[in-house]
């Protein structure tokens, strides 16, 4: 039976009491509502608390904010360069949650590094996507899902949230 079961929802399991907690944890569908705290940059679902990157952590409010005006990311590997609308749409949101001005710093600190913000691609989208479904794997096991952003239409491939919105709450301070 032990080879079923995924070594990363066992860690930090030191007693075989420790081993079935965090089992039934992990199949728990008790659907506990996310907090996005932007202060921390991190997501709040029941005690576990997600840290984000700043442009991961910017990039699921803006899928929030869009979900909450009934709206998804409609985007393909075929796009050519980045989407003006949404690129002006992220920037927007850096600046709503850390600051006037702070997509401006966003954009020259990334300009410093090999993954230079070129907008918001079908890439950038693509690499947000999985970076957050990876952090929220470790922390909730199997109850991922929940919460990730997910595949909503095929042609075009759109994402959005499909957590119900009362389960939301957004903390600024």
């Not at 850390?98 to 993954?115: L, Q």
């Amino acid at each position: 039976m032990s080879q079923a079961i995924n070594k990363k929802f066992l860690k930090g399991a030191k007693t075989f009491d420790d081993c079935v907690n965090l089992l039934q944890k992990s199949v728990s569908r008790d659907v506990a509502p996310l907090t996005m705290n932007v202060e921390e940059r991190a997501l709040i679902i029941g005690c576990e608390k997600i840290t984000l990157s700043e442009a991961n952590f910017t990039f699921y409010y803006w899928v929030f904010k869009r979900y909450q005006n009934n709206q998804t990311i409609t985007t393909s590997q075929y796009d050519d360069g980045a989407n003006e609308a949404y690129t002006d749409e992220f920037r927007s949101c850096l600046d709503e949650l850390f600051g006037m001005g702070f997509s401006t710093r966003f954009d020259e600190e990334s300009s410093n590094s090999s993954n230079a913000f070129k907008g918001v691609t079908y890439e950038f989208i693509r690499d947000r996507k999985n970076q957050i479904k990876t952090k929220l794997m470790e922390k909730l096991g199997i109850n991922h899902s929940d919460y990730e952003i997910q595949t909503v239409g095929k042609k075009p491939l759109q994402y959005s949230l499909t957590l119900p919105l009362n389960k939301f709450t957004v903390k600024f301070e």
